[in-house]
């Protein structure tokens, strides 16, 4: 199972197999989460374009992200709508905070725009390995569980292209040594937060 979920991405470690059960206990919960994910993950591509405007290159792969991250806010928005659940306020992310923090903070950092391209390279990394977690979990349900399993499987090769995006972005910026070094380093950086959070119904 290892091997499948994390297969094509940086991570070091795969989410605890008690994440799935709870996930499927607080179901309503994680899609609210997940919708602020994916309104998120289209702000922060913005953000990128406003903070970094003297690189071109990041011009049409953001719009070209930060238009998929909208449409899969509008998803999830519609199946909370469908389940008669409110999208409620957007929650504190702690995961993404810290992310931000150690990547930015400590080892080898790539400084400027290489640093945030890998934070967001690992929050998609994340998100695809939650996403395949939840659908491979769903597939063993029933009809309207398989279809949403269905569902998070297409997010799922989505958010394995955005990391993808965001790596390539990171190697055309900086010297193609440090920006793989930076990934191992990040990777184990990455797995000790995820170990040090505790387990909640929640994207990250």
Known sequence: MTARLLEGLPLLSETPA??????????????????????????AGLGLLARFPEYDLLIRPMIALVQEELLHFRQVTDLLRQRDVALGIPPPDPYVKGLRNILCA???????????????????????????????????????????????????????????????????????????????????????LLEDLPLEPRMH
Request: overall charge negative; proline content about 0%.
């Open 106 to 192: 400590r080892g080898s950092g790539l400084g400027g725009l290489g640093d945030h391209l890998i934070v967001n390279a690992f929050i998609e990394a994340r998100s695809c390995e939650r996403f395949r977690v939840l659908a491979a979990t769903l597939a063993h349900g029933d009809e309207s569980d398989r279809a949403l399993a269905d569902f998070y499987q297409r997010l799922a090769d989505a958010e394995g292209r955005h990391w993808e995006t965001f790596r390539d972005l990171a190697l055309e910026v900086c010297d193609a040594d440090a920006v793989h070094r930076r990934i191992e380093e990040a990777g184990q950086l990455e797995a000790q």
């Open 18 to 43: 008690r994440w799935a059960q709870l996930a499927l206990e607080n179901l309503d919960e994680v899609l609210r989460d997940h919708a602020w994910c994916e309104y998120k993950a289209a702000s």
